[in-house]
T-cell receptor, first 109, second 114 residues
C-alpha cells in the first residue's frame, strides 16, 4: 500500500528553527510537495522537490532523498503566523497526490 | 499565481436535500480537477478526479451516485452532494491541475448538514 508518515505535532519557539520530517512509500514517484494549512482554510503550496537535494525559498527549505524515501521541511526564524499544519504529499506514478496526515506546528513566544 | 474559486464558501442544509458546490479556475484552463474532503484533524482525502468532457474517476469507497461530479468546461467542475446526511458534513476542497504537477487549491466549502 501507499503510505506517508510525518509527526503528528511539534512545538517550537518563536525565532528558532524547526525541521519537519516526512517518509514515504508509494507506487512510483513524480515529486514531493509541502503544503501549509491554517485551520479552516485550504492548503497553500510551499515547495516541490523532484530531484535529490535542498531547495531553499526564503525562510523555508525542503530536502529530498529519493533513495531513502525521505524529505524534510526546514523553517527558519519562526514567526507566530507559522503556526499551522504542514502537509507532505507525494505524486505517484498516476500523478495523483498521496497525502500525509499533516504535522501540527505550535509556535510559542 | 493561478486562482481557483469555490462557491459557496459555507452552506448549511437540511438532511435529505442536495447541495451543489462549484469549482472554477479563474485564469487558466484545467483539463483535470480534483475533489477532496477533509474531516477535522485529518488529512485531505481524495474523492474523485474530474476530467473535462468525460466521467469522473472515483476513489474506492466514494459513492458516485451520492457525489455527482460534472466537469462541463475547462474552467468549471461541480460537485453535487445528493440526499445529504449529517455524516456528509465536512470541508470540501477542489484543486485544478495545470501542467505536469502544479495543483492550485480552491478556498474550500464548509458543508453542514442538520
Amino acid at each position: 500500500g501507499q503510505n506517508i508518515d510525518q509527526p503528528t505535532e511539534m512545538t517550537a519557539t518563536e525565532g528558532a528553527i524547526v525541521q519537519i520530517n516526512c517518509t514515504y512509500q508509494t507506487s512510483g514517484f513524480n515529486g514531493l510537495f509541502w503544503y501549509q494549512q491554517h485551520a479552516g482554510e485550504a492548503p497553500t503550496f510551499l515547495s516541490y522537490n523532484v530531484l535529490d537535494g535542498l531547495e531553499e525559498k526564503g525562510r523555508f527549505s525542503s530536502f529530498l532523498s529519493r533513495s531513502k524515501g525521505y524529505s524534510y521541511l526546514l523553517l527558519k526564524e519562526l514567526q507566530m503566523k507559522d503556526s499551522a499544519s504542514y502537509l507532505c504529499a507525494v505524486t505517484d506514478s498516476n500523478y495523483q497526490l498521496i497525502w500525509g496526515a499533516g504535522t501540527k506546528l505550535i509556535i510559542k513566544p | 499565481g493561478a486562482v481557483v474559486s469555490q462557491h459557496p464558501s459555507r452552506v448549511i442544509c437540511k438532511s435529505g436535500t442536495s447541495v451543489k458546490i462549484e469549482c472554477r479556475s479563474l485564469d487558466f484552463q484545467a483539463t483535470t480537477m480534483f475533489w477532496y474532503r477533509q474531516f477535522p484533524k485529518q488529512s485531505l482525502m481524495l474523492m474523485a478526479t474530474s476530467n473535462e468532457g468525460s466521467k469522473a474517476t472515483y476513489e474506492q469507497g466514494v459513492e458516485k451516485d451520492k457525489f455527482l461530479i460534472n466537469h462541463a468546461s475547462l474552467t468549471l467542475s461541480t460537485l453535487t452532494v445528493t440526499s445529504a446526511h449529517p455524516e456528509d458534513s465536512s470541508f470540501y476542497i477542489c484543486s485544478a491541475l495545470t501542467g505536469a504537477y502544479e495543483q492550485y487549491f480552491g478556498p474550500g466549502t464548509r458543508l453542514t448538514v442538520t
